[in-house]
């Protein structure tokens, strides 16, 4: 059984083409990336007055217009920039400070663990979004202010599971081989145990990045973000304050909420893909069942011998 060598970008492209929910997850992606970029320059002004409040979609508005008479299409396009910016912000801060504090903790062990471990169970025990909630009421609105909230509230289950990965790997003979060689603790953590946890890095940086966006959209449902930006949760914010349930108008919300839910699940597929190619027991079963497979349909489609007695 062959396995994927290699790190970062190109463990990606191998997770993509080998792997079909990979394939589709990139796709889903690469389209919310498209428009987060370019689509801002591709549809009008999401602040001005184009047509009448909550008018159904047509051909003018494809997707309506919004209780203040805005173009719901423009508002759901420019949203999505800011909303994938903070999630990967997000994503990747709260992965790396939980990294930093998860590994050192693992590694070093002794008073240093201790420490580091009673830091994160004490935010671990701390519900992460009535936390977030005080914290955003208490600062001022915006992208930055919603990003160091989510980060601060979401990175120790990350710390967490990292200390208990390097809790096993610092017992590796690789490891003890680097003690004798007289590398110092840093190369040891950031070039030998460090790169042994891809997957996992990868798989957490994307569940905090879902985490992020969601987390996100919640807190400027509720009116804690600013409610003058175009993101997804204040889309859905204005929606709720112009009573689209009670009216009727689900294209207020709707297209919003749909690329909430598209954006988790691209994220979700690439990173099953990955790890089918990472992950050595996932490797082990794929290989197993296309065994069993190809014996099975060898098995029918072979001529049976028939013995006759003349």
């Known amino acids: 059984m062959s396995q994927v060598q290699g790190s970062g970008v190109g463990l990606w492209i191998a997770a993509i083409k080998r792997d079909k929910k990979a394939r589709i997850g990139a796709i889903i992606l690469g389209v919310f990336l498209f428009i987060a970029i370019f689509g801002p320059w591709l549809v009008e002004d999401p602040d001005a007055l184009v047509g009448v409040p909550l008018q ?52 070093l062990g002794g008073r240093v663990d201790a420490f580091l471990s009673l830091l994160f169970n004490v935010f671990l025990v701390i519900p992460g979004l009535p936390l977030a909630i005080v914290i955003a009421a208490y600062l001022p609105s915006g992208p930055f202010t919603l990003a160091v909230v989510l980060i601060v509230t979401g990175w120790a289950w990350n710390a967490r599971v990292l200390r208990a990965q390097t809790l096993t790997q610092r017992k590796r003979d690789f490891v003890a081989a680097a003690l004798v060689a007289g590398e110092s603790k840093f190369r040891i953590v950031t070039r030998e145990i460090l790169p042994t946890m891809t997957s996992l890095l990868v798989a957490q940086v994307i569940g905090s990045t879902v985490y992020a966006i ?62 089918e190619i990472t992950n050595p027991r996932l490797q082990l079963e794929r290989a197993w069942r296309k065994y069993l497979t190809r014996n099975k349909t060898e098995a029918t489609h072979s001529t049976p011998v028939v013995i006759t007695n003349d």
Not at 75 to 95: E, H, K, P, Y
Not at 238 to 263: E, I, K, M, Y
Request: glycine share 16%.
């Open 56 to 107: 159904p979609p047509s051909s003018a508005h494809w997707l309506g217009t919004t209780g203040q008479g805005q173009d719901v299409l423009a508002q759901v396009v420019v949203g999505t920039r800011v909303s994938l910016t903070i999630g990967f912000c997000v994503g990747i801060g709260v992965v790396l400070i939980g990294a930093l504090v998860g590994i050192t903790a693992g590694y």
């Open 214 to 275: 969601g987390a996100q959209v919640g807190l400027e449902y509720l009116g804690l973000g600013d409610v003058s930006a175009f993101t997804w949760g204040t889309n859905l914010y204005w929606a709720q304050n112009d009573s689209a349930l009670l009216t009727g108008a689900w294209w207020t919300f709707v297209p919003t909420g749909l690329c909430v839910a598209l954006v988790a699940f691209g994220l979700t597929m690439l990173n099953s893909g990955f790890d």
